[in-house]
């Protein structure tokens, strides 16, 4: 579910630029929904082992740039978690365009890191033609275009994990991005750790904001996926970007601690 506010544009020319966003949203998912069979990032999956799969300049640009990630996070952001297979590599050849597999077994799930990559983008649109906007994909991903319309930063609130009804923090964003990752709203896990290869049921959530909804998405779930004595090092590659833990309890309060 995407939200989009444009508080000073008129109608038709608001809704031409959430038509346009639309547009990025629909195409990116059939490109990379790994759940399409005809998507690239199916053909992938179903040959890359036995193959080197071919693909385009912006596909091979987001594969770049997940491999960046997950060195730059020491592995704990990683496309191919799921694969749950040991020793797992993703071979790129930048003179072919190409993409490997190193082992059997392998599959690489883009969605996540994807959302934040055309959420940026969708802010690069909408911000050409809007001095003020806040953009929502799905909740868990927010980014803000300049001010909110009486002059402050945009409000924006971060539901508590037990209470849909009730707000666990409020983040100020001007020209900024809010990525949270952890359980989903119905308390389940759905992150599996990329060492150890086992979906995670800890508590908690990782808030993280910073001038870009990709690498905010990235650091989410980075963050939460590490342990508590790797997040200070990894967030300190990071210049820009700030991180918190929000510690839901079930009597309806909330915790925030910094990382």
């Known amino acids: 579910e995407i939200e989009i506010l444009l508080p000073f544009l ?14 990025l949203v629909q195409e990116a998912d059939r490109r990379y929904n790994r759940f399409l069979p005809g998507s690239a990032l199916s053909e992938v999956n179903r040959k890359a082992a036995s193959q080197a799969i071919e693909v385009d300049e912006e596909f091979f640009f987001i594969l770049q740039l997940c491999e960046t990630f997950r060195k730059a996070t020491g592995g704990f952001f990683d496309v191919s978690a799921g694969s749950r297979v040991p020793d797992r590599e993703v071979l790129l050849d930048p003179a072919d365009h190409t993409v490997r ?13 994807v959302k934040g990559f055309v959420l940026e983008k969708a802010v690069r649109t909408v911000a050409d033609a809007a001095e003020s906007a806040l953009l ?22 971060v539901a508590h994990s037990y209470y849909a009804d009730r707000t666990a923090h409020t983040f100020p964003l001007e020209d900024e991005a809010l990525s949270v ?17 086992n979906m995670l049921e800890k508590e908690g959530l ?35 970007y700030r991180a918190w833990e929000i510690l839901c309890r079930t009597d309806g309060q909330a915790m925030i601690l910094e990382i």
């Not at 990752?181 to 290869?197: E, F, L, V, Y």
């Not at 990782?206 to 200070?232: D, F, I, K, Y």
């Open 101 to 113: 597999f190193s082992r059997p077994g392998m599959r690489l799930d883009l969605g996540g890191f």
């Open 136 to 157: 929502s994909f799905g909740g868990s991903s927010v980014a803000a275009v300049g001010k909110h319309p009486l002059g402050a930063p945009w409000p924006v609130s």
């Open 10 to 23: 008129e109608e038709a020319s608001a809704r031409d630029l959430v038509d346009s966003v639309w547009n």
């Open 181 to 197: 990752s952890g359980k989903d709203p119905h308390g389940r896990g759905h992150i599996i750790a990329p060492i150890t290869r």
């Open 206 to 240: 990782v808030a993280v904001t910073g001038p870009s909804a990709m690498v905010t998405e990235v650091l989410s779930t980075a963050l939460w996926v590490a342990p508590a004595e790797r997040r200070g090092e990894m967030l300190a590659a990071f210049a820009g």
